[in-house]
């Protein structure tokens, strides 16, 4: 009975028995532990979201809209369309990063969730982008530095956001190139239907 092993690993969250399976055998355990995930209550932390280019330029955007928001109420003059901006930004960035961090986006099939966030980061993008001017040229003629700061954030963020949008528009065409050239069963050369 010694020569059967049974791998038991409750800290992972996986059992795997392999003792009846030769070393030749086609037939492997796939029962492996799924990196880069952490459980934090009933929830699965994606932590290689967090850690992607993607993730990464969410959190930049997140504390970004943040400091925007900050510093525009601090400046209170002329800063009201660079606030909506702002908290748009702050709230759309706090939905799609907890979407993808806690994997949501694959119990929601029916919305594609890439062209969402590709959309939402270009026109607010432009939003910032417009905020940031309106907001120099009000810290101008009221000779106020906390508009001048909320600007500068502005632009700061505008320019995260149109790197995030490259980034997603590349990911959205090789998606649907990739989809596009996918064999289909009348494309495969000598089918006949």
Known sequence: MSSLRIQDNVEEGYTADTSMISQNSPYQSTTQPIPDRRQIACLTL?????????????????GLTILTLICAGIARHGQGFIIFVALWGFIYTMIFIFIFAFRFFEKIPFINWELTSLLNS???????LVGGCVSAANAASYANGAGGVTAMFGFLT????????????????KKRDARQQSPTVAHVKGAEL
């Open 46 to 62: 994606d932590l290689a979201y967090i850690k992607s280019q993607i993730g990464i330029l969410n959190l930049a955007i997140f």
């Open 122 to 128: 270009a026109i607010l993008c432009i939003f910032f």
């Open 158 to 173: 505008c320019a995260v956001l149109g790197v995030k949008t490259y980034l997603e528009f590349l990911a959205f065409k």
